[in-house]
């Protein structure tokens, strides 16, 4: 099995809402990213980032918006891979999957932002192409449903037990690190 770390949108915008009071949780999801990044990096393990862009350049996630950038500390470094996506999932009109199988990874450890949206799609798109998937449940972002009484807790933790159910191995960043030890 050859492994991948796979980080989703970790961009300016998740800055920018909780500099705005939106709601998330967990509250440690950024630094538990950057900690398995580091480890990832330290190991010269594969790692992918994916960056969304709004196909309308009025769009507040447009290429040329201080949101579209890189969150600090997740800016792609020259041995990394990285994929611009302009829909939920990570494998719609791009060539993620066609570079997994090129470099033959069965294997994805994910991290990112949105628990319920983009991570959410990527997870069940690359179980979908027969992946097999495991999800830092602490190393992903969600955030409150404004306009609704669905708080960043309740959707994190709703969408990990389905994604659980059937499409990923979820397990938080303490228990990663224990199983993969003697891995790197």
Wanted: glycine content about 4%.
């Amino acid at each position: 099995m050859k492994d991948a770390l796979l980080i989703i949108d970790m961009q300016q915008y998740i800055q920018q809402r909780l500099d705005q009071g939106v709601g998330s949780y967990p509250l440690q999801a950024i630094d538990q990213g950057l900690a398995l990044l580091d480890i990832y990096r330290q190991h010269q393990r594969p790692i992918i980032h994916i960056f969304h862009h709004d196909s309308d350049p009025a769009g507040a996630l447009s290429a040329d918006k201080s949101a579209a950038l890189p969150l600090d500390g997740f800016r792609p470094q020259p041995n990394e891979k990285f994929f611009i996506k302009h829909h939920s999932s990570a494998f719609t009109d791009t060539d993620l999957h066609s570079h997994l199988v090129q470099e033959e990874i069965t294997h994805l450890t994910v991290i990112g932002a949105v628990t319920g949206f983009c991570v959410n799609s990527t997870i069940r798109a690359a179980a979908d192409r027969q992946f097999t998937v495991t999800l830092i449940e602490d190393a992903t972002v969600s955030f409150d449903l404004l306009g609704t009484a669905f708080n960043a807790e309740i959707l994190w933790a709703t969408t990990l037990a389905l994604l659980a159910a059937d499409f990923a191995q979820v397990i938080p960043f303490t228990q990663w690190r224990l199983n993969h030890e003697n891995y790197f």
